[in-house]
């Protein structure tokens, strides 16, 4: 599968942007989804994933209430919104795809085999 990012940018602390990522290749709907993120100088880090069938998502504790994963099977396509964006958001935004069990999520870089190549948001204060 390939993955292709979009809507990054430049934004004030406090606005808000909707990343989405495209996917073609292969059967969408067999994919568990996951974001990272990485900021200059340091590790990859998850930030939300989801199910192939959008049962289960999971956050990482520094997104959790701000950000909201979500997927559109028939458009091959995930997406993450995120509302109140920090200065420490900065980052390139990657999305991911893994072949998973059908509740499944994934949060460790590691588990994912499929990366886009990513698009930079960046929060200014």
């Known amino acids: 599968v390939q993955l292709v990012e979009s809507g990054g940018g430049l934004v004030q602390a406090g606005d808000s942007l909707r990343l989405s990522c495209t996917a073609s290749?292969?059967?969408?709907?067999?994919?568990?989804m996951g974001w990272f993120r990485q900021a200059p100088g340091e590790e990859r880090e998850f930030v939300a994933t989801?199910?192939?069938?959008?049962?289960?998502?999971a956050y990482s504790d520094s997104v959790k209430g701000r950000f909201t994963v979500s997927r559109n099977n028939r458009k091959s396509m995930v997406s993450l919104q995120m509302n109140g964006l920090k200065p420490e958001d900065t980052a390139v935004y990657y999305c991911?795809?893994?072949?998973?069990?059908?509740?499944?999520?994934?949060?460790?870089?590691?588990?994912?085999?499929?990366w886009g190549q990513g698009t930079q948001v960046t929060v200014s204060s």
């Open positions: 991911a795809a893994i072949e998973g069990v059908l509740r499944d999520t994934a949060t460790q870089v590691s588990q994912y085999k499929y």
């Open positions: 290749g292969s059967s969408f709907d067999w994919y568990t």
């Open positions: 989801i199910s192939r069938n959008s049962d289960s998502t």
